[in-house]
């Protein structure tokens, strides 16, 4: 029987989330809309039938994520900080379930099922990378047990460096990860990202 992939968000605490919005929103109001964008992200990944988990080693952030249904990944497994830990702590946990997985920025504003799910039949039999807009990884996602994960800054070049024979897929609605002022003015300048209105 076929197992859908294991598609993963990891989430920072919230109350350390979107700082750099600082300049426009209050901290309540990031917390607001970074809880709300990240259950969004995770909530497409389950449209697209995927089975979605959460990946913390913050006990608010798992709490948030059991209230919404899903389950979590503690990223604290892993022997690397940071996203590259979160990451290599989704392939084991993927290979303990022989499936597929992928790894998706938690601030994809205007993420659809159907977007998500083109990625997730290429990956049935290629490593994918779908690189944001300006440089990043938003999603990465694929069978490979060993691919070399190098989040930061142009993690995008860095992925493809590390891992030449990824595939590249450049999907609009993946492309816009939610960081900086400019990429809110740019998510509600798009009719899909009017949803956004009610937390600024």
Same mark, same amino acid.
């Given at each position: 029987?076929?197992? !859908?992939? @294991?598609?993963?968000? &990891?989430?920072?605490?919230f109350? *350390?989330?979107?700082?750099?919005?600082?300049?426009?929103?209050?901290p309540?109001?990031?917390?607001?809309? /970074?809880?709300a964008?990240?259950?969004?992200?995770a909530?497409?990944?389950?449209?697209?039938?995927? +089975?979605? =988990?959460? *990946? +913390?080693?913050?006990? /608010?952030?798992?709490a948030?994520?059991?209230?919404?249904?899903? =389950?979590?990944?503690?990223?604290?497994? #892993?022997?690397? !900080? $940071?996203?590259? /830990?979160?990451?290599?702590?989704?392939?084991?946990? =993927?290979?303990?379930?022989?499936? &597929?997985?992928?790894?998706?920025?938690?601030? @994809? &504003?205007? %993420?659809? !099922?159907?977007?998500?799910?083109?990625?997730f039949r290429?990956?049935? +039999?290629?490593?994918?990378?779908?690189?944001?807009?300006? $440089?990043? #990884?938003?999603v990465?996602?694929?069978r490979?047990?060993?691919?070399?994960?190098?989040?930061? &800054? @142009?993690?995008?070049h860095?992925?493809l460096?590390?891992?030449?024979? +990824?595939?590249?897929?450049?999907?609009?609605?993946l492309?816009?990860?939610?960081?900086t002022?400019?990429?809110?003015?740019?998510?509600?300048?798009?009719? %899909?990202?009017?949803?956004?209105?009610?937390?600024?």
């Amino acid at each position: 029987m076929h197992k !859908p992939i @294991l598609a993963t968000v &990891p989430v920072k605490p919230f109350g *350390v989330a979107k700082r750099r919005l600082s300049g426009r929103l209050s901290p309540i109001q990031r917390t607001r809309l /970074g809880r709300a964008v990240a259950a969004r992200t995770a909530a497409a990944a389950a449209a697209a039938g995927a +089975t979605v =988990a959460i *990946v +913390t080693s913050d006990a /608010g952030v798992a709490a948030w994520a059991r209230d919404l249904g899903f =389950a979590t990944i503690d990223e604290s497994q #892993s022997s690397q !900080p $940071g996203l590259d /830990g979160a990451a290599e702590a989704v392939v084991m946990e =993927a290979q303990r379930r022989q499936v &597929p997985w992928a790894i998706i920025h938690a601030d @994809l &504003p205007l %993420a659809t !099922p159907g977007a998500l799910g083109r990625v997730f039949r290429l990956a049935e +039999t290629a490593t994918v990378l779908v690189p944001s807009y300006n $440089g990043g #990884s938003n999603v990465i996602a694929g069978r490979k047990l060993d691919f070399r994960f190098r989040y930061g &800054p @142009l993690s995008f070049h860095h992925h493809l460096a590390a891992n030449p024979r +990824t595939m590249v897929r450049i999907l609009p609605q993946l492309a816009l990860d939610l960081d900086t002022e400019d990429d809110l003015d740019r998510a509600l300048r798009s009719p %899909a990202g009017r949803w956004l209105e009610q937390f600024v």
